[in-house]
Every structure is written in structure tokens, then in C-alpha cells.
Nanobody
């Protein structure tokens, strides 16, 4: 199994930056993909960014050019750098990992609130 813990959420003004972190532990070597999702009140959870390799990082159209996924393998941590935040980015952000292309793990989530 893989355990994920997010951190870095909080309250930020529109236009500001925020960086989320996700620390992974457990069966790290079995992870084949990671990503960030978010869920706003009353809405379905949606993909923000997915990563399977340095050359294969995908972003939702709504965050392209503003959000950047990165990783530090020495710390078993992935990050989501969020710039030019908008009120519509307000949501609970979840870290996701997939093992062997089949088993999904989720973190508990971290709240991001963007004030206008």
C-alpha cells in the first residue's frame, strides 16, 4: 500500500501563489502514476495534473500555464506549484497515486481557499 499526506493548503488572495506538497510512503517502487485532483463544494472531483514520467505530465485546461507539477524522488514527495490563483481554484486538493496501473490511493486532502 501507499500512504499519502498533503500539506501546504491555506487562504491566499487572488493572483497569489501557493505550493502544495504530497509526501508518499509505503510501496513507493510500485507507483506507476501520480497526480493532483481537486473537489469544490457541490462539484465532482476533477483532475488537475497527472504525472507518469517527466515527459508525460498533463494538466487540466483550466490550470495550464499557472500550475506546475514537480517531484523530489529523494524525499518521496511531489509538489503542485500554483501561481496566479483565482477564486474558482478554491477546493480541497487531493494527492493521488496509482500502483501497477490498477490500485489507487488518496491522501486526506488539503483545503485551498482563494479570496477575491
Amino acid at each position: 500500500q501507499v500512504q499519502l499526506v498533503e500539506s501546504g493548503g491555506g487562504l491566499v488572495q487572488a493572483g497569489g501563489p501557493l505550493r502544495l506538497s504530497c509526501a508518499a510512503s509505503g510501496s513507493i517502487a510500485s507507483i506507476t502514476a501520480m497526480g493532483w485532483y481537486r473537489q469544490a463544494p457541490g462539484k465532482q472531483r476533477e483532475l488537475v495534473a497527472s504525472f507518469t514520467s517527466p515527459s508525460s505530465t498533463n494538466y487540466a485546461d483550466s490550470v495550464k500555464g499557472r500550475f506546475t507539477f514537480s517531484s523530489d524522488n529523494t524525499k518521496n514527495t511531489v509538489y503542485l506549484q500554483m501561481n496566479s490563483l483565482k477564486p474558482e481554484d478554491t477546493a480541497v486538493y487531493y494527492c493521488h497515486a496509482q500502483q501497477y496501473g490498477l490500485i489507487n490511493s488518496w491522501g486526506p486532502g488539503t483545503q485551498v481557499t482563494v479570496s477575491s
